[in-house]
């Protein structure tokens, strides 16, 4: 299959709403996406997962049928403007699922400076884009790289000035790539129990590689449970996704260590699979930004 085959299959399966009373399973459902398949893949349905929220909290309706990006870095060497008249230009970096998905949710700024959330197409005869910059085969499937704009009419502004970063599903929509990291991780422990085992050192590798699973899932519950009970709290999102960011991190990083140190280079060069899901692993945690989100949990 493709992957775009394979992110429509995900992308169809029915997924628990944000702060609806079962955020909890939201979490797990992306657990096991990337648990199971494609951790590039599992990465692009949770961004689709991430944008239906979005426009649901706007007020929107995705449009039917559309499998969504959401394009929202900031680069200061790149800006995209939505001038007075309606018509988008520019160039955005960091932008996944370029040529794969169909429309995207991308931060802009408007022509008095306002911080805005559109709902465009991501491809189209004013549309360009260019994936060449992307050197590593970490995360390649995702088709990630800088989309330009030219004069491209935009019909859908959701939110007002600064609302997509304001608005209390923020923060709570941060713990979704944790979700996906815990899971990539938790297939390293797939991997070694469905191995026979040489020796003690593999033995413990399987049991903390199991133990730092159930650790994930837990607190994937637990900030489940606190989104449903305090769904519009931002002090306590922003407090929880950090927490939970940094910890899901630390133990994904522990899996891995753990894994390479009992078994060796050998599953690395004889696995394609195996090796790609590492290397997509240690490229997407540094979505969390390490100390500064540290230092960011620590001031509030």
């Known amino acids: 299959m493709t992957v775009r085959a394979d992110l429509e299959a995900l992308c169809a399966q029915p997924i628990a709403d944000l702060g609806a009373g079962r955020t909890a399973e939201r979490w797990l459902t992306m657990f096991d996406w990337a648990l199971g398949g494609s951790v590039s893949v599992a990465r692009l349905a949770e961004a689709h997962a991430d ?3 979005i426009l649901r909290e706007g007020g929107r309706d995705p449009v039917k049928g559309a499998i969504y990006g959401v394009w929202a870095s900031v680069d ?3 800006e995209l403007r939505l001038d007075g008249s309606g018509t988008l230009s520019g160039t955005k970096s960091l932008c996944s699922g370029l040529g794969i998905v169909d429309r995207a949710l991308v931060a802009v700024v408007g022509e008095r400076g306002e911080q805005l959330l559109v709902d465009v197409e991501a491809s189209g005869p ?5 994936v060449t910059g992307w050197a ?3 995360m390649f499937d995702t088709a990630t790289g800088t989309v330009g704009y030219t004069q491209h009419p935009v019909e859908i502004v959701v939110g007002d000035d600064a609302w997509y970063l304001e608005r209390p599903g ?5 713990i979704g790539p944790a979700a996906c990291w815990a899971g990539a991780a938790a297939g ?3 991997y070694a129990d469905a191995k026979a085992v040489t020796d003690q050192h593999q033995l413990v590798a399987r049991g903390v590689l199991r133990a730092e699973a159930a650790l994930c899932q837990t607190l994937l519950r637990d900030a489940g449970r606190d989104i449903d009970d305090h769904p519009t709290d931002q002090v306590a999102a922003r407090r929880r996704a950090y927490v939970v960011r940094h910890l899901v991190e630390r133990s994904a990083t522990r899996s891995v260590d753990a894994f390479s140190r009992a078994f060796g280079p050998r599953p690395f060069v004889s696995d394609g699979h195996l090796a790609q899901r590492v290397s997509d692993l240690m490229l997407y945690v540094r979505q969390q930004h390490g100390d500064r989100e540290l230092a960011e949990l620590g001031g509030l």
């Open 136 to 138: 590593t085969p970490a």
């Open 126 to 130: 004013t549309v360009i884009s260019d």
């Open 188 to 190: 390293l422990g797939a």
């Open 51 to 53: 944008a239906v929220a």
């Open 170 to 174: 923020f923060w709570n929509g941060a």
């Open 76 to 78: 200061p060497r790149y």
